[in-house]
């Protein structure tokens, strides 16, 4: 990978499911150890995004570049190998398995590499105490916390260049979230890039460096967590108004709208567990490649979904 090359860089893809058009020319990019959050309403496209960047959907047009090789097309097992880990909406754990397990299908890909088992299964229990307890327990019998403590741990078996989650609080309550949250910065200090999608937008926003919304399709809006954190009212105009209202800070500058945010490339970047943000202000902005998109989109026509993955 070149030198300040972003670790990720997903360039101008387009999504369909069939006839219907996901993604419209996405453009994201997270650097090495980097935090980002993925933000929009319902149906914004969040999730596609990430089964995109996983193989579990093709694009119909664009590319997906990680550690300076080609992704886009791959299949998920193959994308796991190269370091990416996907945390779904919905945990899919295997619930008739006892949790270790589970955490042996995380550690699937690893099998051949000369990785010891039991010596990430040791460091992964070592961030979730509960899960040594329940090591024999069936998943599908754990409390809803602790089964997304498994399906994180599960996700980190495979020993991730890069973290994706989608949705971590959904339906756990406030203090599971906080401490799972908190679970994140560890791996996230040690080295591991996160990128996640969080119904509550002003906890994801806390938690990274950067951040994307997209809506119907599009990234509209990209700059720095903390300057979309101080600016409810921006959040708001975008998110609706209840995210803009869960908490008043002083205003700060708008992060710059509809461009392709490019991870900082200046020596002096911070670390990302701290929850400091990369030096800069806020991101480098671009034209508009939409129209370009479409041409692209119609020459290569529809893509084909993927489902299936280990």
């Known amino acids: 990978m070149p030198v300040n090359a972003p670790l990720l860089d997903v360039d101008d893809i387009s999504v369909f499911y069939g006839q219907i058009q996901a993604l419209r020319g996405v453009s994201i990019a997270i650097a090495a150890g980097e935090r980002v959050a993925l933000l929009g309403a319902n149906g914004a496209g969040k999730t596609s995004t990430l089964r995109a960047i996983s193989g579990l ?42 949790v270790e397990d589970n955490l042996r299908a995380g550690f699937w890909s690893l099998r051949k590499s000369g990785a010891s088992f039991e010596e990430r299964r040791d460091r992964v229990m070592d961030l979730f105490p509960i899960l040594r307890e329940r090591a024999k327990q069936s998943a599908g019998t754990l409390s809803g916390g602790e089964q ?26 406030p203090r599971i979230v906080a401490q799972l949250f908190e679970i994140l910065r560890d791996v996230n200090s040690r080295g591991t890039a996160v990128l996640i999608v969080e119904q509550f937008v002003h906890m994801a926003l806390a938690n990274t460096d950067r951040a994307y919304v997209l809506s119907k399709g599009h990234v509209v809006l990209e700059g720095r967590s903390a300057d979309l954190l101080a600016d409810p009212q921006l959040i708001a105009s975008y998110l609706g108004e209840s995210a803009g209202s869960e908490q008043a800070p002083r205003k700060a500058p708008s992060p710059k709208r509809a461009s392709k945010a490019r991870p900082s490339r200046s020596s002096g970047s911070t670390g990302s567990g701290s929850g400091s943000v990369r030096s800069g202000a806020a991101v480098k902005a671009r034209p508009s490649r939409g129209r370009k998109t479409a041409r692209r989109a119609k020459a290569s026509g529809p893509g084909t979904g993927r489902t299936t993955g280990p």
């Open 57 to 98: 959907l093709a694009p119909a047009a664009g590319s997906i570049t990680f550690d300076g090789r080609p992704i886009h097309g791959m299949r998920a097992h193959e994308v796991i190998r190269r370091g990416i880990a996907h945390l779904p909406e919905g945990r899919e754990l295997f619930s008739g398995l006892s």
């Open 148 to 173: 997304q403590m498994l399906g994180v741990a599960r996700a980190l078996m495979s020993d991730p260049t890069l973290l994706i989650v989608d949705e971590l609080s959904l339906g756990l309550a």
